[in-house]
C-alpha cells in the first residue's frame, strides 16, 4: 500500500440481512441426489438461505442491511457520501447502488455498483478506504449483497448445494491518520483463469432478420470446483502473507482470520499452511453456506455483535472468487 494517506479510515458499524426461507441439506436431497453427509463433510455447510419471498430482490435486503448498519450508530444517512454496492446478482444490469441511495435517503451520496463475485466486499473495501485516505469522502456505506441462487441450475448438484443468498454492510468513516484501521491491502487477479467460475452471457442463434444482430441471456453459475480449491488453497495464504510481510507483521501477530466464506475445508486449508491456530477462524457457512459477496461483512457483523472482536485485534480479511480475483485488507480494529 503506497502512502499517500491524508486521513485514516475505519469501519464504525456493521449491519446484515438474511431471507426467511431456510433450505437444509436433508431438503437439498429432495431436489438433488445428495445427502447431508457428503454436503457437511465437503464443505461445512448445513444449512442456507434462500430469496423466495415474492416480490423481494436483492436490493431489499442489501437496503435491510445498510438500514441496520446505519441505525445501530443513529447516523444521519444524508452524511453519507458514497455507497457502494458489491453484488453479482443485481436486479439491475444498470446497477442496484442507486436503489439503495434512494430507499434508506442518502440523499446526497454517489452510488456505484461494483462486480468482483466473492472478492467484491474487499474490492468494494479498498476502494472506499482510497476515496477516505485521499481526503475526498468522510462516510462511505460499503455493501455486499448476492442472490446466487438465482443463477446456479437447481439440477446441478456439484454447485447447487454451494449457495445461499446475503447481504451484508459497514460504513466506513475517515479519522486521523494516526488512528487509520486500514493497515495495508494486496488484490490480485489471474484472468487466465476466468473459465474457472463464470456466469456467462450467450448469444441466441436465430440472429433479428434485419440487423444481423444476436441478442441473449445469462446462463448458469459453471464451476470447476477443483481448480477453485486449489487456486484458493495456494493463492490466499501467499497474498496474506504478502500483506502482513510488506507492514512488518507475523501470522503470529492475527487475531482473527476472516476469509470469503466459500468452504469449511478451504478455511482450515489455509489456516493451516499459515500456522494460524482454528480457534482464529471466523465461520458461519455453516448455516448460510457461499453467500458470495455478502459472506465476509455477514460473518463480520455476526463476529461484532456476539462481541468476538476487541478494540486493537488485527483481523486479517481475505476474498478469493471468480475473476479469478482475490485480495486481503488488514485491519487494527
Ligand atoms: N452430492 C453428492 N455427490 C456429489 C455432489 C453432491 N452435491 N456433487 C458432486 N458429487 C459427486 C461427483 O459427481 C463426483 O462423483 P464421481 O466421482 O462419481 O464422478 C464426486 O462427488 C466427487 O466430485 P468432485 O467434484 O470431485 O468433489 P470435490 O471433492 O472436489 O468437492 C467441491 C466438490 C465441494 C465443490 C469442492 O471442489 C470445492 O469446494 N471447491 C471450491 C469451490 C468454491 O469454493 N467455489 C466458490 C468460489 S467463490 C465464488 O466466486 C462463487
Known amino acids: ?10 469501519i464504525i458499524s456493521t449491519g446484515s440481512a438474511i431471507p426467511f426461507a431456510k433450505v437444509t441439506n436433508e431438503q437439498m436431497s429432495s431436489i438433488v441426489e445428495t445427502s447431508d453427509e457428503w454436503i457437511f463433510t465437503r464443505t461445512g455447510i448445513k444449512e442456507r438461505r434462500l430469496l423466495t419471498e415474492s416480490g423481494k430482490s436483492i436490493s431489499d435486503l442489501a437496503i435491510d442491511a445498510s438500514i441496520k448498519a446505519i441505525d445501530d450508530i443513529s447516523m444521519d444517512p444524508a452524511t453519507i457520501d458514497l455507497i457502494i454496492l458489491a453484488t453479482s446478482s443485481p436486479d439491475d444490469l444498470f446497477g442496484s447502488a442507486s436503489k439503495i441511495q434512494d430507499k434508506i435517503g442518502a440523499i446526497n451520496a454517489v452510488a ?3 462486480t468482483a463475485a466473492c472478492s467484491g466486499f474487499v474490492i ?12 475526498t469522502y468522510k462516510n462511505i456505506l460499503v455493501v455486499g449483497a448476492d442472490a446466487l441462487s438465482k443463477w446456479v441450475d437447481w439440477s446441478d448438484r456439484s454447485t447447487c448445494i454451494l449457495f445461499g443468498d446475503a447481504a451484508g454492510a459497514v460504513i466506513v468513516q475517515s479519522c486521523n491518520s494516526v488512528f487509520n484501521s486500514i493497515l495495508n491491502f494486496h488484490l490480485s487477479t489471474a484472468g487466465n483463469y476466468s473459465d474457472y467460475l463464470s456466469i456467462s452471457y ?4 436465430q440472429p433479428h432478420p434485419t440487423l444481423n444482430l444476436c441478442q441473449g441471456s445469462f446462463k448458469y453459475i459453471s464451476m470447476n470446483g477443483k481448480e477453485v480449491y486449489k487456486f484458493a488453497v ?4 501467499l497474498s496474506i502473507t504478502k500483506c502482513l510481510s ?12 476472516l476469509l470469503h466464506q466459500a468452504n469449511e475445508r478451504i478455511l482450515m486449508a489455509v489456516a493451516e499452511k499459515l500456522c494460524i491456530s482454528k480457534d482464529k477462524i471466523i465461520s458461519n457457512l455453516s448455516k448460510y453456506g457461499n453467500t458470495s459477496a455478502a459472506s465476509i461483512p455477514l460473518a463480520l457483523h455476526e ?6 472482536i476487541y478494540r486493537n485485534d488485527i483481523l486479517v480479511i481475505a476474498g478469493f472468487g471468480a475473476g479469478l480475483t482475490w485480495g486481503t485488507v488488514v485491519m487494527r480494529w
Open 303 to 308: 463476529a461484532v455483535q456476539s462481541n468476538k
Open 234 to 237: 495456494s493463492q490466499v495464504p
Open 202 to 205: 450467450e448469444e441466441n442463434l
Open 112 to 114: 456505484f455498483d461494483l
Open 246 to 257: 510488506d507492514i512488518n507483521l507475523s501470522t503470529e501477530d492475527v487475531d482473527w482470520l
Open 1 to 10: 500500500m503506497k502512502s499517500y494517506m491524508m486521513q485514516g479510515a475505519k
Open 124 to 135: 468494494g473495501l479498498i476502494t472506499a478506504s482510497q476515496f477516505i485516505f485521499t481526503g
